[in-house]
C-alpha cells in the first residue's frame, strides 16, 4: 500500500514539473474533452454542424458570442448533468464555460472558443410555493419567461428590465430592475441557491446551510460553482406602468433636463415605488439589425448636476469618435442608485457588492452601450469606448462626484468590477473560493467572466 502511494506521489510529482514546463491546460485536447463527455452523457453532447450545437449558438444575444466556437455543447438538463460534467471535466483539466440566459455582451463571457459550452438552457421549471411568497427558477430561464409565468398569480421577482436577460447571470452579478427601489437587487431576493462546486457536489447555499457560499452569490458572479436553481422571495404585484418619453433636444434644453433628473434622485422623500431610467442616444437609422456587436461599461457618480452635464458634455463630443461607424447605437444611461436601494438590499441580509451608503443626494450607475451590425469595427468603436470612460472617469474626478463601485452585469472589457466591492469583500469573496474550489476551478479552467483577480479574460 504504502509503495503504492510513493508511486502515485512520483507520478504526481513528474506531471506537475511537466505542468510547468508545457502550461498542462494547452496540453489538453479538447476533442478529447468532449468524447470522454459524450461517453457519460451521450446525445446531450453536440458536436459542430449538429441542430443543437448551431440552435445553442445561435441562441446568444451578441454576435460576438454567437461567433465564438466551442468544441462541443453539453445541453444540461438537471444539477446531476452538470455535476457528472464536472467530474469528467475537471480532472481532465478540460476547459469550460457556463451559460444561463446567453445575454452577457463579451466574447467569451458565456462561450468558449474550443472548450466545452455547458448549456443551461434545459433547466427551465418555474414552481412558486409557500403561498407564493417564493418561487423556484432553473438557472437556464430568461427573465421574461419567470414574469409572464407570476403574472397571473399577481406576483413578481425583483429582476432585470430587459425580458431576454437571464436570471442566471444577471442575479449571480446583482440583477437591478423596476423594483429595485422597494426590493433590492435581484441578488437580495434568494434565499437559497442550488449549487454545483468544482468537485461536481451538489450542494444548497442559503443563511443556514453554506452561509458564506450564499453571501458570495450574491454579487460575487461564476467564481464559485455553476448555480441550478435559484429560490427568490416574490413581490406581490399586479401591473408595472412604464412610460417612455423620447425627446429631440434642444441645447438649451439639456440642462433642464439633467436638473430634472438629479432632483428626481436627491427627493426627501423618495417613492420606492417610482423610478427612473435617463438616456442619451446618437442612433442613425438603418433598419433592422440582426446581429448586433455589442461594447458597454459602468461607472458610478454622484447626484451632482454639474457632474451630469460634465458626463454629457464629455458623451456629446465622444460622438465624433464612432459617427462614421454604420449602424452605430451609441447611448449613455443613467440609472439613479439611492439609499431606498441599499437600505433594501440590507434589510433582506445584505450582498458582497459594496456600493456603501449613498450621500443624501444619491448616486446615478451610469452605462455606455454601443451596439453595431458589422465586426470589422469592433476595435475601433471599443477604444472610442475606452476612451469615453476614461474622459468620463477624470472627469468626475475633478469635480470630486467619483464613486468607486463599477457594477458587474454592464462593465467593459478592461474593467474589473470584483475590486471595486472593497477590501473587505474582495477578501471574503476569495476566502470562500478558497473553502468551496480549493484547487481554484473557476478562475482557471472556467476563463469566461469577471474574476477574482482581475476582469474578464478573454475576448
Ligand atoms: C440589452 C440589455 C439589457 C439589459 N438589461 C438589464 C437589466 O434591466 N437589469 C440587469 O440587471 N441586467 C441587464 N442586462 C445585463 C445582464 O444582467 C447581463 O448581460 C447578464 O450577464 C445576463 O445574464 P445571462 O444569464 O443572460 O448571461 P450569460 O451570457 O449566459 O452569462 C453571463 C455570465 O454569467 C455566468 N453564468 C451564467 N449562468 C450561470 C450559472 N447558472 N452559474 C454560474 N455562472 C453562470 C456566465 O458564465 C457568464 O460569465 C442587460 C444587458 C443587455 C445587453
Ligand atoms: C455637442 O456637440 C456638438 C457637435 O460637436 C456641438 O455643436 C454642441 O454644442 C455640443 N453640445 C453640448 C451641450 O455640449
Not at 264 to 285: A, G, H, I, Q, V
Amino acid at each position: 500500500m504504502h509503495n503504492l502511494c510513493l508511486l502515485i506521489r512520483s507520478i504526481a510529482a513528474t506531471l506537475a514539473i511537466w505542468c510547468l514546463l508545457v502550461p498542462c491546460a494547452e496540453a489538453v485536447d479538447p476533442g478529447s474533452c468532449c468524447q470522454s463527455l459524450a461517453a457519460s452523457l451521450g446525445s446531450k453532447v453536440a458536436f459542430p454542424d449538429s441542430p443543437a450545437y448551431s440552435s445553442s449558438l445561435a441562441s446568444y444575444w451578441s454576435a460576438q458570442e454567437q461567433t465564438t466556437y466551442p468544441a462541443c455543447v453539453l445541453s444540461a438538463s438537471s444539477a446531476q448533468d452538470v455535476s457528472t460534467a464536472l467530474k469528467i471535466l475537471v480532472p481532465r483539466a478540460c476547459k469550460f464555460a457556463a451559460r444561463g440566459g446567453g445575454h452577457g455582451a463579451l466574447a467569451g463571457l458565456a462561450n468558449i472558443q474550443d472548450g466545452v459550452t455547458i448549456d443551461l438552457r434545459g433547466l427551465d421549471f418555474i414552481k412558486p410555493f409557500a403561498e407564493n411568497q417564493l418561487v423556484s427558477v432553473g438557472s437556464g430561464l430568461r427573465i421574461g419567461a419567470i414574469y409572464a409565468a407570476l403574472h397571473p398569480l399577481n406576483i413578481a421577482i425583483s429582476g432585470g428590465r430587459s425580458y431576454d436577460v437571464g436570471v442566471s447571470g444577471s442575479t449571480l452579478g446583482n440583477g437591478w430592475g423596476w423594483l429595485s427601489n422597494e426590493a433590492g437587487f435581484c441578488c437580495d431576493n434568494v434565499v437559497e441557491y442550488e449549487v454545483v462546486l468544482a468537485n461536481g457536489a451538489i450542494v444548497t447555499a442559503s443563511q443556514r446551510n453554506n452561509a458564506n457560499l450564499w453571501k458570495a452569490l450574491k454579487g460575487g458572479g461564476n467564481n464559485f460553482g455553476i448555480v441550478t436553481n435559484f429560490v427568490l422571495r416574490t413581490v406581490p404585484m399586479t401591473r408595472i406602468w412604464t412610460a417612455d418619453v423620447v425627446y429631440t433636444l434642444t441645447e438649451s434644453q439639456i440642462p433642464r433636463l439633467l436638473g430634472a433628473a438629479a432632483d428626481f434622485t436627491s427627493r426627501e422623500e423618495p417613492d420606492p415605488k417610482e423610478t427612473l431610467l435617463f438616456t442619451f442616444s446618437y442612433t442613425p437609422t438603418v433598419g433592422n439589425m440582426y446581429y448586433v456587436q455589442c461594447i458597454s461599461f459602468s461607472m458610478t457618480v454622484v447626484n451632482d448636476p454639474d457632474a451630469l452635464s460634465e458626463l454629457h458634455r464629455v458623451y456629446n463630443t465622444s460622438i465624433a469618435s464612432v459617427s462614421g461607424v454604420y449602424g452605430i447605437g451609441w447611448t449613455l444611461s443613467f440609472q439613479p442608485l439611492t439609499r431606498l436601494m441599499t437600505d433594501a438590499s440590507a434589510a433582506r441580509g445584505g450582498n458582497v457588492l459594496g456600493i456603501g451608503q449613498p450621500p443624501e443626494e444619491g448616486l446615478h450607475e451610469v452605462q455606455l452601450t454601443a451596439a453595431f451590425p458589422d465586426a470589422a469595427d469592433y476595435d475601433r468603436v471599443s477604444r472610442a469606448a475606452d476612451q469615453l470612460l476614461a474622459d468620463c472617469t477624470a472627469a468626475v474626478k475633478l469635480l470630486g462626484a467619483d464613486w468607486p463601485w463599477v457594477e458587474m452585469n454592464h462593465a467593459s472589457h478592461i474593467q474589473d468590477p470584483i475590486s471595486t466591492y472593497g477590501e473587505e469583500n474582495k477578501a471574503f469573496l476569495v476566502d470562500t473560493a478558497a473553502e468551496y474550489d480549493p484547487d481554484a476551478v473557476f478562475q482557471k479552467l472556467m476563463p469566461g467572466g469577471y474574476k477574482l483577480k482581475g476582469g474578464h479574460a478573454s475576448r
